[in-house]
């Protein structure tokens, strides 16, 4: 367990619709980065959030935005959901945004259908 | 070039053997490397990381890296078939002028056979 909770767990939603997935980081870990794992690939960097700010971003579109709270925990939304959205949404918390050591929550299983 | 690669796989090991897998990266500023351990279904769950050249050691896995070759490797002793899974390669690289991120590679998958 690595205190890292994400919600849901699972979800399914239709081509275009919007979503929203959340994250609560691990107690005293004030950053978080969203990743995108595609079926028999790696996780993907989309960005991160240090104490409520952007703090890079992958080569992914403006559709896919985020927030980060007070308390540190972090949304990520997608907007006009594709088909090829459908993955294993990862939220990962660290301890600072200059810290490379970086654990995973259980991960939000999207399919668009 | 990826910026990450690894052997995709299968690789198969008898119980009790060494089970090694590898990776190679691009990017010859990265200073942190990391395996994570997936299992189906799950989301990667860390298991070393090694930022000097050289090995290090944690009970049965050690993680060599190699700057110079640009190559990071993980030697899993006594293989087990609960070590079955996917194993990824993480190189930690800098976005902006701070901050970083994980670039992964697509995994290597291995199956311990008893």
């Known amino acids: 367990e690595t205190g890292v909770t994400q919600s849901p767990t699972h979800l399914i939603k239709t081509r275009g619709q919007q979503v929203t997935l959340r994250c609560s980081s691990q107690?005293?870990?004030?950053?978080v980065s969203w990743y995108q794992q595609a079926l028999g690939q790696g996780p993907q960097f989309i960005f991160q959030y240090y104490r409520e700010e952007e703090n890079g971003r992958g080569n992914f579109p403006p559709r896919f935005s985020g927030l980060q709270f007070p308390n540190y925990s972090s949304e990520l939304n997608v907007n006009a959901l594709e088909l090829d959205d459908s993955a294993l949404y990862l939220c990962a918390s660290s301890l600072g945004y200059s810290e490379a050591e970086a654990f995973f929550g259980q991960g939000t299983r999207l399919t668009v259908v | 070039q990826k910026e990450v690669e690894q052997n995709s796989g299968p690789l198969s090991v008898p119980e009790g053997a060494i089970a090694s897998l590898n990776c190679t990266y691009s990017?010859?500023?990265?200073?942190?490397f990391f395996w994570y351990r997936q299992y189906s279904g799950k989301s990667p769950e860390l298991i070393m990381f090694?930022?000097?050249?050289g090995d290090k050691e944690d009970g049965r896995f050690t993680a060599q890296l190699n700057k110079a070759s640009q190559y990071v490797s993980l030697l899993i002793r006594d293989s087990q078939p609960s070590d079955s899974a996917t194993y990824l390669c993480a190189v930690n690289i800098l976005v902006r002028e701070y901050g970083n991120k994980l670039v992964f590679g697509a995994g290597t998958i291995l199956r311990v056979k008893s």
């Open positions: 107690s005293g870990h004030n950053t």
């Open positions: 990017d010859r500023g990265s200073q942190s």
């Open positions: 090694i930022y000097s050249n």
